[in-house]
């Protein structure tokens, strides 16, 4: 855990890297919609975020970045996301002890100063913000939402702001969906506070709409490291990519993927290296 920015690796290597994977892509027919910064630890914590922005803006496609907006109270890192196109910050509690809960942050970080940081940010910038709610049972219900929705609507120029629960694997296994009732009652909430057509769900199974680049299990293991895929999806990944389940059942062997079930549904991630991430906050994606 740390708040300390700093070089994770050189810009021009990630730029190459990049490249490469939209050239593969672009051989086969996929759309790149975006180039996202998506957390294996948060992605403000790379002191060269800016540059490589930048640098991949060059490409000629437009560059969006998920942040658990833990360091947002920085300006170095409020200019650094500047140069993106999108923006989507964490907004799971206001409350300080909720988010601690939820968030598990360092210990050094403040809520209400990274909350003045997110609605500084949001005046200055220029492209599509977007906020990300994570409601959990038992935590940020009840008056939560309420709270929330008050300080999302405080935030100028908010294009969309998303109430999600929890639909992949958790942390800990006590995290669980609130029930029916209290998600559509923060649903209406969110729109009486944002208005109707700024609130969305991301409540259920996003689908099996994933790309690839011809080479399968550098695919799987490149999709699975920040995403966890259901068994459904990965047949289908399997049959669009004309390949069979033996390269799932190799990476198992292989112990670079493990299986694991969450919600009556396999899941298949990547296995994580023993290393000492650094991430801030660590459930940015749950």
């Known amino acids: 855990m740390t708040c300390e920015r700093r070089t994770f690796y050189k810009p021009e290597d990630v730029v190459t890297v990049v490249k490469r994977k939209i050239d593969k892509a672009s051989l086969i027919n996929e759309t790149v919609d975006y180039l996202t910064f998506v957390p294996d630890g948060e992605p403000t914590l790379d002191i060269n975020l800016g540059k490589e922005i930048v640098l991949l ?7 969006a970045v998920l942040t658990n907006a833990s360091l947002i109270w920085r300006r170095d890192v409020r200019e650094d996301l500047q140069k993106a196109d999108v923006v989507s910050l964490k907004v799971d509690a206001v409350n300080e002890n909720m988010w601690r809960r939820i968030n598990r942050p360092h210990r050094d970080l403040k809520l209400d100063i990274i909350l003045e940081g997110m609605t500084e940010f949001v005046k200055e910038f220029q492209g599509t913000i977007i906020t990300e709610t994570m409601l959990i049972s038992n935590v940020n219900y009840g008056n939560e939402p309420d709270k929330i929705a008050e300080f999302l609507g405080k935030l100028e120029k908010l294009n969309r702001a998303y109430i999600a629960v929890p639909t992949r694997p958790p942390t800990e296994n006590w995290v669980a969906p609130p029930k029916e009732e209290a998600i559509i009652a923060a649903f209406q909430i969110f729109s009486e506070k944002l208005g109707a057509d700024r609130v969305e769900y991301l409540i ?7 790309a690839f680049t011809g080479k399968v299990e550098e695919d799987l293991l490149g999709i699975t490291s920040v995403h966890p895929m259901r ?5 289908e990944f399997l049959k669009k990519a004309h390949a069979d389940w033996e390269a799932v059942e190799r990476l198992l062997k292989e ?9 009556g549904n396999r899941y298949y991630v990547r296995k994580l290296e023993q290393k000492a991430d650094a991430n801030p906050n660590i459930p940015r994606k749950h």
């Open 204 to 210: 259920g199974y996003e689908g099996n709409a994933f």
């Open 255 to 263: 112990g670079k993927l493990v299986a694991l079930e969450y919600g």
């Open 57 to 63: 803006k060059n490409t000629g496609l437009r560059v």
């Open 231 to 235: 068994e459904a999806a990965i047949i």
